[in-house]
């Protein structure tokens, strides 16, 4: 039998994990390390979402876990978390739905802007 998705003493379910953390984080990721898989898994990503936190993506088991948590955090708006996915086509996937999200400029204007930056650090008039 698979733990509860919801404990009613404390006012916890798997719906609410990410509001919860906003006030008692230890309570929202005990919560989550009460659940059996893909629970836990979907728990601990609401918990770094809802803080914009990639070190709680890195609680995740495994690699491909902690790689979707960092996507999930980009798609809120958190495009710094893209640098840490290390499977190539997740990343590619991070920094597409973190330019869609407006957290990454979009390829072309962040090239752009480093040819801008370079050409007027060379002093030239």
């Known amino acids: 039998q698979s733990p509860p998705r919801f ?10 994990v990410g509001d919860v953390a906003l006030t008692d984080k ?4 005990a919560f989550c ?3 059996t898989p893909p629970d836990s898994t979907t728990c601990v990503s609401r918990v ?3 803080l914009r936190d990639s070190q709680t993506c890195a609680r995740l088991p495994t690699r491909f ?4 948590c960092y996507v999930s955090l980009a798609s809120a708006g958190d495009g710094s978390a893209c640098a ?3 499977d190539e086509t997740l ?7 973190a330019r869609a999200s407006g957290s990454l ?3 072309n204007q962040a090239s752009n802007q480093t040819e801008t930056n370079q050409s007027n650090g060379t002093g030239a008039a």
């Open 7 to 16: 404990i009613p003493e404390q006012g916890i379910e798997l719906s609410n």
């Open 26 to 29: 230890p309570k929202a990721l």
């Open 33 to 35: 390390d009460s659940l």
């Open 48 to 50: 770094a979402v809802a």
């Open 65 to 68: 876990e902690q790689d979707r």
């Open 84 to 86: 840490l996915v290390q």
């Open 91 to 97: 990343r590619s996937t991070c920094e597409a739905v």
């Open 105 to 107: 400029p979009p390829a």
